[in-house]
């Protein structure tokens, strides 16, 4: 049975609840992370729990944990459950308190944290995925990482209903990103992604690729892009904590690039996967 991590103690996944009162179960009132285990170690938990305090400073939720006391716990989660390749999740809510929609005068949040295995360095995926092209109905803050996250379930469901890995969101034709991933179009040798703001969240893989763009001086332009222009491209691809690097070769029924997976592409991912070997391999 999978241990858990719940409001100070490692418990089993049975006995891993919260309230029904609870605001993140009432009305999505939280936040939350995921990084990758890559060895056996964490790999850039601590750049996933600066966003998580910005995140948490958005919403004005109190921090149940510092950043060192969070990563004790993600690792020892992940080392509990023997995973050696896989994902860290964490939550942190509000709270329990009677339901109403202000914030409660005196409430403790609820944190929590789980683990599982998942395969990185040898993805099935990485000879390429189709992506479902869907409206983005998502509201203001997207660059807050909230578990509010009804507008994203749809647009995976709606993925997954079309055969899909992954939804593309776009805006009147203006891709904003995937469901849970970072949208990446490689054209004439120069690698394309929409600029921040509140309309996108600031992925930390993505961050982790523009640098690897640098030291593989690959020209990069933050600028958005439209679907057609996808279609169009010379490569595709998304980032995610939980997918790295990984080619798009199909929007919808159309192939990108003959469905071939690009040399842009392919380069980002091996750097990606060095480093994270690297990074791992350092820690002792």
Request: hydrophobic share 50%; glycine share 8%; with cysteine.
């Amino acid at each position: 049975m999978r241990t858990c991590w719940i409001n100070g103690q490692f418990v089993p996944e049975s006995d891993a609840k919260v309230s029904i009162f609870d605001r993140g179960v009432l009305f999505g009132d939280g936040v939350y992370e995921v990084a990758a285990v890559f060895n056996g170690r964490l790999l850039d938990a601590d750049l996933h729990l600066a966003r998580l305090v910005k995140s948490q400073a958005a919403i004005g939720l109190p921090a149940p944990l510092d950043t060192a006391a969070w990563l004790d716990v993600m690792q020892e989660v992940a080392t509990a459950n023997g995973i050696v390749e896989g994902l860290v999740y964490l939550q942190v809510t509000r709270g329990a308190a009677e339901r109403d929609f202000p914030f409660p005068a005196q409430v403790s949040p609820t944190a929590f944290a789980w683990a599982r295995p998942k395969r990185l360095s040898d993805d099935p995926n990485a000879v390429g995925v189709r992506v479902h092209a869907v409206p983005d109905i998502r509201w203001g803050r997207c660059d807050i990482k909230s578990t509010s996250m009804l507008a994203q379930v749809l647009a995976k469901n709606a993925a997954r209903q079309a055969g899909a890995f992954e939804a593309l969101m776009h805006e009147d034709g203006v891709v904003t990103e995937g469901g849970s991933s970072t949208l990446w179009m490689v054209k004439g040798g120069a690698l394309f992604t929409r600029p921040l703001s509140s309309d996108i969240l600031a992925g930390i893989t993505r961050d982790v690729t523009l640098e690897l763009a640098a030291e593989l001086s690959i020209p990069v332009r933050e600028e958005a892009f439209t679907v057609a222009q996808a279609i169009a491209a010379d490569e595709l691809f998304l980032t995610s904590a939980t997918s790295f690097v990984l080619p798009i070769t199909q929007v919808d029924d159309a192939q990108v690039a003959g469905r071939l997976v690009g040399p842009i592409t392919t380069s980002l991912r091996n750097a990606y996967l060095a480093r994270a070997e690297r990074l791992t391999a350092a820690i002792v």
